[in-house]
C-alpha cells in the first residue's frame, strides 16, 4: 500500500510487513541506504558433518570473533562465512514472491519473502543473513533466487537464477560487497538476462594450518548409508519443495546426467564448435 506523497518521491509500506512492529514507509532512496545497514541478526547455523581435524574445538576464540562468525567448539569447523542477501535487479518475473536460498556444504538458508517487486530490497530487520560453518577449504556458496508460491504447497516455486562462488580465492577478514548476474543452468549457456542478486560476505579462518590439512582428509558424513555417500554432505529438507528449490540451487534446472533437449542441443554445439576449431587449426598448421 502506498502513502501520500512527501516532496517529490512516493513512500511505500516496506516489506515484510513482519519485520517491523508498525508499518513503515520509505522511498526507495530511503530503501537503499537502509539496506546497506549491518543486519540485526545473523542465524548461526551448525554443521552435522564429521569435522576433518579435531585440533580446531581446542582453538581460543576472542568473544569478537566469536559473536560475528561463531566457534568451533561445537562442530570443529575450520572457518566461518557471514553472508548478506541485500537484494535483487531486474527479476524476469511479473510481481514475483522472491525468496533466496543459500546453501553450503550440509547447510541451507532461506530469506524472507518479499511480494510485489521485481527489484526487491531486504531491509536490515528482516530473515537475510546467515553464518554457515565450513570444514574444508574448497567450498562453495551456492545462490539460488526463486518465485515462491506461498499460497499454493502442491505448485512448485519458479526458479529465477542461481550464482556459485567459489571460497578460496577470497581473502580472509575482507568484507565483500557484490552484485552478481544469475543463471538457470550450469553448463547450458543462456543469453537471456534473469537479473542479478546482491550479496555482502566475509570469510574467516580459525586456523590457516587446519586449512591446508583440509585438502587431504575430506570431512565425513554421519547420515549416509553407503560408503561412497559418506563423502558428501547430506541436507535435511523438511517437504518436498524445499528438497526440490535446494537442489536447484546447486545443481541448476539442469541436472547432471539427466537427459534434456536442452542439454543435449548445448552438447551439439560445443561438439560443433569443437570441430570448427580442429579444421582451422589444420589449415593454419
Avoid at 575430506?218 to 558428501?232: H, V
Wanted: hydrophobic letters at 35%; aromatic letters at 12%.
Amino acid at each position: 500500500s502506498a502513502a501520500p506523497m512527501i516532496g517529490d518521491a512516493k513512500r511505500f509500506r516496506i516489506k515484510p510487513y513482519h519485520a517491523f512492529p508498525e508499518p513503515v514507509y520509505m522511498n526507495e532512496e530511503e530503501l537503499y541506504q537502509v539496506m546497506t545497514q549491518p543486519s540485526d541478526e545473523f542465524e548461526f547455523l551448525t554443521s552435522y558433518l564429521n569435522p576433518s581435524t579435531k585440533a580446531t574445538r581446542r582453538l581460543k576464540v576472542p568473544d569478537t570473533v566469536r559473536r560475528q562468525f561463531g566457534t568451533p567448539k561445537e562442530d570443529g569447523r575450520i572457518g566461518s562465512l557471514r553472508v548478506e542477501v541485500l537484494g535483487c535487479v531486474g527479476l524476469d518475473r511479473a510481481k514475483p514472491e522472491v525468496s533466496v536460498y543459500l546453501v553450503v556444504g550440509d547447510c541451507a538458508f532461506a530469506t524472507d519473502i518479499i511480494t510485489g517487486a521485481r527489484s526487491p530490497m531486504y531491509p536490515p530487520s528482516s530473515k537475510r543473513a546467515a553464518v554457515f560453518p565450513l570444514h574444508h577449504a574448497y567450498a562453495r556458496l551456492f545462490v539460488g533466487v526463486f518465485d515462491v508460491k506461498a499460497n499454493k504447497k502442491s505448485e512448485a516455486d519458479h526458479f529465477c537464477g542461481r550464482v556459485a562462488i567459489d571460497l578460496p580465492p577470497l581473502r580472509p577478514d575482507t568484507e565483500y560487497d557484490c552484485t552478481f548476474p544469475i543463471r538457470s543452468s550450469t553448463f547450458i549457456y543462456d543469453r537471456r538476462p534473469r537479473g542479478v542478486v546482491r550479496l555482502r560476505f566475509c570469510l574467516h579462518w580459525f586456523s590457516e594450518r587446519a586449512v591446508i590439512m583440509s585438502y587431504l582428509k575430506r570431512p565425513r558424513n554421519p547420515l549416509a548409508f553407503s560408503r561412497q555417500a559418506k563423502k558428501q554432505p547430506t541436507i535435511p529438507c523438511g517437504d518436498p519443495k524445499t528438497f526440490r528449490n535446494v537442489a536447484v540451487t546447486v545443481h541448476g534446472q539442469d541436472f547432471p546426467g539427466k537427459y534434456t533437449r536442452g542439454a543435449f542441443r548445448a552438447t551439439m554445439r560445443e561438439f560443433n564448435l569443437y570441430q570448427q576449431n580442429l579444421r582451422f587449426l589444420s589449415k593454419v598448421t
